[in-house]
């Protein structure tokens, strides 16, 4: 973990630019990867847009080349079938969830700042969430969270009645704090490399001026953890929008209406319902959702070695 | 020393040790539940114990034969390391390319492997799906229920990944080594093989190492993909898992034995790499 600070963030020398392009360019060497990036990449998603087109059930899946081809007809009929609904699942839930694990991510990277014995431990202890496996961590839940299990248990000693946790009008809110507790490490691991790559002229010059913590905070620490932490978010909302394992672990599929997200609700109709059609055009939309965060998301990231300076 | 950490130092000492004790309890609490789960007794872990009445480690042997973790975990094991090599090696020839030298559509190719990983995996998960049920039809092949179209499915999304994180490490390397190779008449091939290969070693370890665990954390694709003998572990407990309620005696403690079991391979991984895979996961700002 100390070796946060990349190579590669430093601007290459001026030089280096020359010989990129003036060789003989072994291009060839493109073609496994490339082939295969085609076949197994590019080839469906495009099928996956003309799936969405046909009427595709059990019947045609195996013959899809002469399925009968509806137009627009599965969107028109997918905004009947539950997709707004979905929709606003997905958002809310995933837009709650980063705005929640924003703090506590940023919390996680000041506590661990700073070297103490047993430091090593903390951070270690901070990885755990994100290092175990999304299914793992939902059947542990799904477990805690049983009608009879040891949340409702503890609850019930101190006067709370719990009740359902995973169905329910209140299964909405389990995942919510489930994928809050899986996913807050990922902003600390953000924060903590935007962290220390603060100067350490910074601190010496906050020191010598006699800052009190908050405003050295708030006006000197949080500014550098801007950038990096907001694109932080772009990333981890995007992946909150694309979590099927854990709805799909905790509740099971069908899953509960209040935590029917876009990825089981397709899940749900092209596998359970076997409409492919439908359900290839509900991917569809889910994607056209995502492209507004994924676009700016890609705008943001750093592509290339050889672009210099602002122009991107 | 002493008067630089105080320098450094962000919040109040009272409130730092409050916000670490509640940051810690917050994850071990649920992380010492599997564990004193895994060590109760089945009844007991139904009933709501947080502390076993009783401890044993029984759960631990009964799990093997109450549901088919070895056949899942075999399973998993083959098809991810499969997707692992395939896709570190590939991705690291694509990345060298993609980053020294310069041709049309290169730009369009790295925004593509970074934007592929946010993809949703049902878009991708349904035209494989309908691609590999009808190759019995079209071309006389079965491909859904065996590891290996498992294992071209988790290359849809590993290899551009291994791609991504092979292009973040390849544009920090120097390039001095390769222009005295090539001064000295060595090919393409023989500097990559020579020359590449050994200097991002830990990078194509650590590209490998995603990739592995991007297909052992999978559900998605192996709950479709799969038939009973081709199940993986992650499949394999999470079937497991539903099939505890509704049934007579749910089986928790075993339950919770597989979780821990299935999380080891991972847990593992990662403390044996820990330095490299948490500088690759900031770095190139992939998940």
Same mark, same amino acid.
């Given at each position: 973990?100390?070796?946060?600070?990349?190579?590669?963030?430093?601007?290459?020398?001026?030089?280096?630019?020359?010989?990129?392009?003036?060789?003989?360019?072994?291009?060839?060497?493109?073609?496994p990867?490339g082939?295969?990036?085609?076949?197994?990449?590019?080839?469906?998603?495009a099928?996956?847009?003309?799936?969405?087109?046909?009427?595709?059930?059990q019947?045609?899946?195996?013959?899809?080349?002469?399925?009968?081809?509806?137009?627009?007809?599965?969107?028109?009929?997918?905004?009947?079938?539950?997709?707004?609904?979905?929709?606003?699942i997905?958002?809310?839930?995933?837009?709650?969830?980063?705005?929640?694990?924003?703090?506590?991510?940023?919390?996680?990277?000041?506590?661990?700042?700073?070297?103490?014995?047993?430091?090593?431990?903390?951070?270690?202890?901070?990885?755990?969430?994100?290092v175990l496996p999304?299914f793992?961590?939902?059947?542990?839940?799904?477990?805690?969270?049983?009608p009879?299990?040891?949340?409702?248990a503890?609850?019930s000693?101190?006067?709370?009645?719990?009740?359902?946790?995973?169905?329910?009008?209140?299964?909405?809110?389990?995942?919510?704090?489930?994928?809050?507790?899986?996913?807050?490490?990922?902003?600390?691991?953000?924060?903590?490399?935007?962290?220390?790559?603060?100067?350490?002229?910074?601190?010496?010059?906050?020191?010598?001026?006699?800052?009190?913590?908050?405003?050295?905070?708030?006006?000197v620490i949080?500014?550098?953890?801007?950038?990096?932490v907001?694109?932080?978010?772009?990333?981890?909302?995007l992946?909150?929008?694309?979590?099927?394992?854990?709805?799909?672990?905790?509740?099971?599929?069908p899953?509960?209406?209040?935590v029917?997200?876009?990825?089981?609700?397709v899940?749900?109709?092209?596998?359970?319902?076997?409409?492919?059609?439908?359900s290839?055009?509900?991917?569809v939309?889910s994607?056209?959702?995502i492209?507004?965060?994924l676009?700016v998301?890609?705008?943001?990231?750093?592509?290339?070695v050889?672009?210099?300076?602002?122009?991107? | 020393?002493?008067?630089?950490?105080?320098?450094t130092?962000l919040?109040?000492?009272p409130?730092?040790?409050?916000?670490?004790?509640?940051?810690?309890?917050?994850?071990?609490?649920?992380?010492?539940?599997?564990?004193?789960?895994?060590?109760?007794?089945?009844?007991?872990?139904a009933?709501?114990?947080?502390w076993?009445?009783?401890?044993?480690?029984?759960?631990?042997?009964?799990?093997?034969?109450?549901?088919?973790?070895?056949?899942g975990?075999v399973?998993?094991?083959?098809?991810?390391?499969?997707?692992?090599?395939?896709?570190?090696?590939?991705?690291?020839?694509?990345?060298?390319?993609l980053?020294?030298?310069?041709?049309l559509?290169?730009l369009?190719?790295?925004?593509?492997?970074?934007g592929?990983?946010?993809i %949703?995996? +049902?878009?991708?998960?349904?035209?494989?799906f309908v691609? $590999?049920? =009808? #190759?019995?039809?079209?071309?006389? @092949?079965? *491909?859904?229920?065996?590891?290996w179209?498992?294992?071209?499915?988790?290359?849809?999304?590993?290899?551009?990944?291994?791609?991504w994180v092979?292009?973040?490490?390849?544009?920090?390397?120097?390039?001095?080594?390769?222009?005295?190779?090539?001064?000295?008449g060595?090919?393409?091939v023989?500097?990559?093989?020579?020359?590449?290969?050994?200097?991002?070693?830990?990078?194509?370890?650590?590209?490998?190492?995603?990739?592995?665990?991007?297909?052992?954390?999978?559900?998605?694709?192996?709950?479709?993909?799969?038939? %009973?003998? +081709?199940h993986?572990?992650?499949?394999?407990?999470?079937? $497991?898992? =539903? #099939?505890?309620?509704?049934?007579? @005696?749910? *089986?928790?403690?075993?339950?919770?034995?597989?979780?821990l079991?299935?999380a080891?391979?991972?847990?593992?991984?990662?403390?044996?790499?820990?330095?490299?895979?948490?500088?690759?996961?900031?770095?190139?700002?992939?998940?």
């Amino acid at each position: 973990m100390t070796t946060l600070v990349r190579p590669e963030q430093k601007a290459p020398p001026p030089h280096k630019r020359k010989g990129v392009t003036q060789q003989q360019r072994p291009l060839w060497l493109l073609t496994p990867g490339g082939i295969l990036l085609i076949l197994i990449v590019l080839i469906p998603l495009a099928l996956a847009v003309y799936l969405s087109l046909l009427d595709l059930d059990q019947y045609t899946l195996r013959r899809w080349i002469e399925a009968p081809f509806i137009g627009l007809d599965n969107y028109v009929e997918s905004f009947d079938s539950g997709l707004l609904h979905s929709i606003w699942i997905s958002v809310s839930f995933s837009v709650l969830s980063t705005a929640v694990t924003v703090p506590i991510g940023i919390a996680a990277a000041l506590v661990t700042q700073n070297a103490y014995r047993g430091r090593g431990l903390v951070r270690a202890a901070f990885l755990i969430p994100y290092v175990l496996p999304s299914f793992v961590v939902a059947s542990v839940w799904r477990t805690m969270l049983q009608p009879d299990g040891v949340v409702n248990a503890w609850l019930s000693k101190v006067g709370v009645d719990g009740g359902l946790w995973l169905s329910g009008p209140k299964s909405y809110w389990t995942l919510v704090l489930v994928e809050i507790w899986a996913a807050w490490p990922f902003i600390y691991l953000m924060a903590l490399a935007a962290l220390q790559s603060v100067d350490h002229e910074v601190h010496e010059a906050s020191a010598v001026d006699g800052v009190t913590w908050w405003p050295k905070l708030r006006r000197v620490i949080l500014p550098y953890l801007r950038g990096p932490v907001l694109l932080a978010c772009l990333l981890a909302t995007l992946n909150h929008i694309n979590n099927f394992t854990l709805p799909f672990v905790l509740f099971g599929a069908p899953a509960p209406d209040d935590v029917n997200v876009m990825p089981m609700l397709v899940y749900v109709t092209s596998f359970q319902s076997l409409r492919f059609g439908l359900s290839a055009a509900m991917a569809v939309v889910s994607l056209i959702i995502i492209a507004i965060p994924l676009y700016v998301y890609l705008r943001a990231v750093r592509l290339d070695v050889h672009e210099e300076g602002g122009r991107r | 020393m002493s008067a630089s950490a105080e320098a450094t130092r962000l919040l109040p000492r009272p409130m730092l040790a409050t916000l670490t004790v509640l940051l810690c309890a917050m994850v071990l609490i649920p992380v010492s539940y599997i564990v004193l789960a895994s060590l109760n007794s089945d009844v007991g872990v139904a009933s709501g114990e947080f502390w076993p009445s009783s401890w044993s480690l029984e759960s631990y042997t009964k799990i093997w034969t109450t549901a088919d973790l070895s056949t899942g975990i075999v399973n998993s094991l083959i098809v991810c390391s499969c997707t692992a090599v395939a896709s570190a090696l590939l991705g690291t020839t694509t990345a060298y390319v993609l980053v020294r030298y310069s041709f049309l559509g290169r730009l369009t190719i790295l925004r593509g492997l970074v934007g592929l990983q946010s993809i %949703p995996g +049902t878009l991708m998960l349904l035209p494989v799906f309908v691609l $590999f049920s =009808s #190759a019995g039809n079209y071309l006389g @092949l079965t *491909v859904i229920g065996t590891r290996w179209g498992l294992f071209v499915a988790y290359l849809t999304f590993a290899l551009p990944f291994s791609t991504w994180v092979m292009v973040t490490y390849l544009r920090g390397l120097p390039r001095e080594l390769e222009e005295a190779a090539r001064t000295d008449g060595a090919s393409t091939v023989v500097i990559l093989w020579r020359i590449i290969f050994p200097l991002s070693l830990p990078a194509i370890v650590v590209a490998g190492i995603f990739a592995f665990l991007l297909g052992w954390n999978d559900v998605l694709f192996a709950s479709v993909l799969t038939r %009973p003998e +081709t199940h993986t572990a992650a499949v394999a407990l999470s079937i $497991f898992g =539903s #099939a505890q309620e509704g049934g007579a @005696l749910p *089986v928790y403690s075993q339950m919770m034995a597989a979780a821990l079991i299935c999380a080891l391979p991972v847990v593992l991984l990662y403390l044996a790499f820990q330095r490299y895979l948490v500088g690759g996961l900031t770095a190139g700002s992939v998940k």
